[in-house]
């Protein structure tokens, strides 16, 4: 029985399957080097927005308008932590402004809205009746 038919038959086989393998690695590399360009472009985005949240509080805030009321610093927080004042019945925490807010206990999240919450009060808009427990200004 002459066998070489049937292993040059495997040959190209091979050789084709060879050649596909090495087309998808290319491919797959490629495809990591994109991945790879896109999650630092994500981590750049994300180190972004952190820094830019955390300028909002420093924007100074906007002239009095004609009525006498202070006009909220640009940051979508400042409303919803002066809501959050209107609708409570007590003194607030900077954790129960988290809490009410969904906006997660983590230390760093607790900092940030106590950061927040004096600046209200240097804007005269909420009073800290004892360290770290504030009201509002009525």
Avoid at 79 to 104: E, H, K, M, S
Wanted: aromatic share 2%; net charge negative.
């Amino acid at each position: 029985m002459n066998l070489n038919p049937l292993l040059q038959a495997l040959d190209l086989q091979q050789e084709a399957a060879r050649s596909l393998a090495d087309n998808l690695r290319t491919q797959i590399d490629t495809l990591q080097a994109q991945l790879l360009e896109a999650e630092l472009r994500l981590e750049h985005l994300a180190i972004t927005r952190t820094t830019i949240t955390g300028l909002a509080d420093r924007i100074p805030v906007q002239s009095a308008d004609p009525s006498g009321s202070l006009e909220l610093p640009e940051h979508p927080d400042y409303p919803r932590i002066v809501a959050a004042f209107n609708d409570a019945t007590g003194p607030l925490r900077a954790r129960d402004i988290c809490q009410t807010l969904d906006f997660g206990l983590l230390p760093k999240h607790i900092e940030r809205t106590r950061a927040k919450m004096k600046r209200l009060v240097t804007l005269g808009i909420l009073t800290e009746t004892e360290p770290g427990t504030f009201s509002k200004n009525h």
